[in-house]
């Protein structure tokens, strides 16, 4: 699915779009009547952020982290479907967080989303330790000596792990929830083994994952998987989530697309 087929008109409040926006940038409006601005031949706005915001859990008086932001559209998705109280994005890119930072502006959401560029390692440069409800994470899905590189260095950090691997990742997750507190991440179904190792690692005991196909009788392109801080094991595996039937999107992925509604 293309960022085309996401995008429903020009940009609003045009004024304050063209005080924001860079040379090298374009504006398009997205689900939920968000602006969201991208880099032209960059990192854009993908199915899998949209099925990430959609699966992550809801916890509308809770706090919540999200990892390797890009242009901060999950959290703004996030924060705008009422599901969390506030959100810091963190990125290690400083082209990337100054990006996220003008979309949180242009939406009008800096009482609720704020922006830290970091390097997720380093965990004193961000929230406190032990204290949010939710993490969530769209990470690159590829080893870092795996893949041809990008021209442009954003979608190339997005790909492969040039700023930190999963086992990074799920280390950030575990060591800034609070007990009992969840981690929601789409992956890479090849990669699967990896993701669970790290989970494990980390001390989060994955509890609900879902396949995400093309169409039906196709194999499984992505996976979202939610995770635990500290619980007993026993994980629920929902039915597949295809995103095509008929030629266009299936019933299914409509309903995210228009309301953001996860269907599992």
Not at 181 to 207: I, N, Q
Not at 238 to 243: F, N, Q, V
């Amino acid at each position: 699915m293309k960022t085309s087929d996401l995008s429903i008109g020009p940009p609003a409040c045009e004024a304050s779009a063209d005080a924001l926006i860079r040379p090298d940038e374009r504006i398009t409006r997205v689900n939920d009547d968000l602006s969201l601005i991208e880099k032209k031949g960059g990192l854009s706005l993908g199915t899998d952020a949209l099925l990430l915001a959609a699966f992550c859990p809801s916890r509308p008086a809770g706090d919540a982290i999200e990892l390797g932001a890009g242009s901060g559209i999950v959290s703004l998705l996030s924060v705008l479907r009422g599901k969390f109280r506030r959100v810091e994005c963190v990125e290690i890119r400083p082209d990337y967080a100054d990006l996220c930072r003008r979309n949180v502006e242009i939406n009008r959401l800096g009482d609720r989303v704020s922006v830290t560029c970091a390097d997720l390692r380093d965990h004193r440069a961000y929230a406190v330790a032990g204290g949010v409800d939710c993490v969530f994470a769209n990470p690159p899905y590829m080893k870092r000596e795996s893949g041809l590189p990008s021209r442009d260095e954003g979608r190339d950090a997005a790909r492969r792990e040039l700023w930190g691997g999963i086992t990074d990742f799920c280390e950030a997750a575990a060591r800034k929830l609070r007990p009992g507190g969840d981690f929601a991440v789409v992956f890479w179904p090849p990669r699967a083994v990896d993701l669970f190792c790290a989970l494990r690692g980390a001390g989060l005991e994955p509890k609900k994952m879902t396949w995400v196909c093309a169409r039906e009788g196709a194999a499984p392109s992505l996976l979202l998987l939610s995770a635990k801080k500290g619980s007993k094991p026993g994980m629920i595996v929902s039915p597949p989530l295809y995103l095509e039937q008929g030629g266009g999107a299936s019933e299914d992925m409509q309903r995210i697309l228009d309301r953001g509604v996860f269907p599992f």
